[in-house]
């Protein structure tokens, strides 16, 4: 990995290193990650990009709906969301800068053949200097929680990106909610997140998100609440935006 920059949190890696065994286990301490990705994460992709006309016609609503799509997964770690867009035919590259979880993602490959994925153990930053404007989406899931400097990393990603193109992000809402719901609930309370995943001073509002964007010379096009239902155990889609949030940006031409 090359020179790290400064949004790397250092104990950050640490902690996601020390988990990094159990990344693909779904009922593992991954499990709401594992439970996201169909739930939120791939339905907001697969509307952005077809209102985006990345999406072919005949491919719409298909297995391969993301074909020929060239797609940035930032803090792609172990590979959980790598994988089934690079299923879905798009050309995936996946950038972390935890060596142990790229180990993982890398592994986990080889039980698929002819996937599209190249991961690179480095920060979005090193890497959006000589790929600039390179992908028709990048994808930003429950990343700015975990960084030292959100406006740095997100500068970066939208680097990469190409005009017209989408970015995708998830996070956790800086309010009251987001900190008893996020930490004090399935942190500690049903300790269904590993305690001291989550560091309230690290989440941001979608407002800012949106205020840092628009300085990137992107506009926000979608916000959505999500939720995870402690009785149902499921996420789903909601108005409230006030616990997690899902969200669409075009970069402009």
């Known amino acids: 990995m090359s020179e790290v920059k400064s949004s790397v949190i250092k104990t950050e890696i640490e902690r996601?290193?020390?988990?990094?065994?159990?990344w693909w286990?779904?009922?593992?301490?991954?499990?709401?990650?594992?439970?996201?990705i169909p739930a939120i994460r791939i339905p907001l992709m697969k509307s952005g990009l077809y209102n985006a006309g990345l999406v072919k016609e005949e491919n719409k609503g298909k297995s391969n709906m993301f074909e020929g799509i060239k797609i940035l997964d930032v803090g792609s770690g172990g590979g959980l969301m790598a994988e089934p867009m690079a299923l879905m035919g798009a050309q995936v590259t996946g950038v972390d800068p935890t060596e142990k979880l790229i180990d993982v993602a890398n592994e986990h490959v080889k039980i698929h053949e002819n996937l599209k994925i190249n991961y690179i153990c480095d920060t979005v930053e090193n890497h959006s200097i000589n790929n600039k404007e390179k992908y028709d989406a990048v994808t930003f899931f429950d990343v700015a929680e975990h960084v030292a400097d959100v406006r740095q990393v997100l500068k970066a990603s939208v680097e990469c990106l190409k005009p017209g193109g989408r970015i995708f992000i998830t996070t956790w809402n800086k309010t009251f909610m987001g900190w008893f719901y996020g930490i004090f609930l399935l942190e500690w309370v049903f300790g269904i997140v590993p305690r001291g995943a989550h560091d309230i001073k690290l989440f941001i509002s979608h407002e800012k998100i949106s205020e840092y964007l628009k300085e990137f010379n992107c506009k926000t096009l979608e916000v959505r609440g999500s939720w995870y239902s402690l009785w149902k155990r499921d996420w789903s889609f909601t108005s409230y935006t006030g616990v997690w949030y899902a969200m669409e940006a075009v970069k402009e031409k």
Do not use: T
């Open 16 to 22: 996601f290193s020390q988990h990094a065994a159990e």
């Open 25 to 36: 286990n779904p009922n593992g301490r991954m499990k709401l990650l594992h439970q996201m």
